[in-house]
């Protein structure tokens, strides 16, 4: 009998849920978006039961499309939008409140605060800076100002956990409760070394060991599926990662010194650096890459730009000047250059290798002669600006030159951009003939898991589409740098 695994892809706006056969081939793949709440200005929050609703509505349109019955699926992966935090009751799977997003800037004041005493210690301990973006004060947050998470907390009934808990605890009912390590470094409680939860850091966040999720190895056992709709009760869990980490497993990015950009809502690198970790120097973070039970976890050094694919949604939402996402390479190619546009799409605050929590968008260089065309140009240069400037970083770190960059993600389709990005990179850009790779590398975790694959498996998998060269002379970056440069500036609070 054939096996088939269904990777679920939770993302920021949507989920994708993906069928693969034993052969590592791609067979179906469904998505849908979810609404998007902002209840004050550089809030975000999901509803959860949206988030459940979508991946339900995706996997039952999947297996339609592939063919297939819940019975066929043999073993399911997860990957998902990462430190976006869920808290419900465990008596009763009651979620208290919405899911706080990733983006969401609502513990600015609070990190401000805890700055002075806490930066230090918790860089050390978790690889990660103080800033809104992590798990660790979005949890202080509802505890101090939701009464009903504070009641479950009191009563010893209060699960947190990050959308991979959320989603394994809607698939079993309630009977698995664990996290992975990939996500568990994101929440700023976990210690890097000991891959465990930091009593320190957890009464610093005001929550209680009991409240967390068990943490667990990458490609392992989470449980079995039961009473779901697009999976029987003989459908085991075996994958687990968050969405960069698992995009970096989906490259086949192995070994030590391989590294990948995701074009998604935000744009993330991230480095393999083995099983050492590196703690920067230039603002980026040190995380847990993956971890295969009963090996030697890997880690990666990453920097992200909180708002990439975000940008072009704005162009077609905030401004109307594109009516789909996918119009912005045609109307960006009708221009050579921004005439001077510089667009900095801080719309959710600055992140790597700045962190400027409060930092805003702006646009600078408008004349009569600007059209939307130029803006648009704008949008994708500063897309791959942000990740020039990660890399830059990244570099320092290393002391090394990056031979190549392999993209993944929606945006990584355009062409455009994928060749701005490899002359402001200074480097190739490699692009796979799929680019989901996110939801691959859960596949590829759930196999290896389950037994059905190896490592060498996956390495025979993974094809190359297209590979994009510099076409650009340093002195003419050199150049441009300084107007873009000049726009950071600017925006840094």
């Given at each position: 009998m054939k096996k088939y695994i269904m990777s679920i892809d939770q993302g920021t706006t949507g989920s994708n849920v993906v069928i693969m056969d034993q052969g590592g081939s791609l067979v179906a793949t469904s998505d849908r978006d979810f609404q998007q709440i902002f209840p004050h200005p550089g809030w975000v929050e999901h509803n959860p039961t949206d988030i459940w609703n979508s991946i339900e509505s995706s996997a039952q349109e999947a297996l339609k499309k592939a063919g297939v019955s819940a019975n066929d699926i043999f073993t399911i992966g997860i990957t998902n939008q990462r430190e976006t935090v869920v808290a419900w009751r465990k008596s009763t799977s009651q979620v208290l409140h919405n899911a706080i997003v990733w983006q969401c800037r609502r513990t600015s004041d609070m990190c401000k605060k805890l700055k002075p005493k806490w930066s230090k210690i918790i860089k050390d301990k978790t690889g990660l800076v103080l800033d809104p973006y992590f798990s660790g004060t979005k949890m202080r947050w509802l505890v101090e100002n939701v009464p009903e998470v504070a009641k479950a907390l009191k009563e010893n009934d209060l699960?947190?956990?990050?959308?991979?808990?959320?989603?394994?605890?809607?698939?079993?009912?309630?009977?698995?409760?664990?996290?992975?390590?990939?996500?568990?470094?994101?929440?700023?409680?976990?210690n890097l070394k000991t891959l465990d939860w930091d009593a320190q850091l957890l009464k610093l966040f005001k929550i209680n060991r009991s409240c967390l999720p068990q943490i667990k190895s990458s490609a392992d056992d989470f449980g079995t599926v039961y009473n779901c709709k697009f999976a029987s009760n003989q459908t085991t869990i075996n994958g687990m990662a968050g969405d960069q980490q698992s995009a970096l497993f989906g490259q086949t990015c192995f070994s030590a010194g391989d590294s990948k950009c995701t074009f998604g809502t935000g744009s993330f690198i991230l480095m393999n650096t083995g099983n050492k970790i590196v703690k920067s120097k230039f603002g980026l973070l040190s995380t847990v890459a993956w971890k295969i039970k009963n090996e030697k976890v890997t880690y990666a050094l990453e920097g992200g730009a909180f708002v990439c694919g975000a940008a072009v949604g704005w162009l077609r939402d905030g401004l109307g000047i594109i009516q789909t996402s996918s119009e912005v390479e045609k109307l960006a190619s009708q221009v050579e250059t921004t005439d001077g546009v510089e667009f900095v799409p801080t719309l959710t605050g600055l992140g790597a290798p700045y962190w400027c929590a409060e930092a805003r968008g702006e646009i600078t260089g408008l004349t009569r002669g600007t059209t939307k065309a130029h803006i648009a140009r704008a949008t994708l240069e500063a897309m791959a600006l942000q990740n020039a400037d990660i890399l830059r970083a990244m570099q320092k770190d290393l002391k090394k030159k990056m031979k190549f960059l392999r993209v993944d993600g929606g945006a990584s389709a355009n062409n455009l951009l994928m060749q701005i990005q490899s002359d402001y990179l200074q480097t190739d850009v490699v692009r796979p003939v799929m680019i989901e790779t996110t939801a691959a590398g859960a596949a590829y975790l759930a196999g290896i898991g389950s037994g059905l694959w190896t490592m060498k498996d996956l390495q025979k998998i993974s094809k190359v589409d297209r590979k994009f060269e510099v076409k650009m002379s340093l002195k003419n970056l050199n150049k441009r740098l300084v107007s873009w440069n000049k726009a950071i500036k600017k925006v840094r609070i």
């Open positions: 699960a947190f956990g990050t959308i991979d808990t959320f989603i394994l605890w809607k698939l079993t009912q309630g009977r698995s409760y664990f996290t992975d390590v990939s996500n568990a470094s994101r929440m700023m409680v976990m």
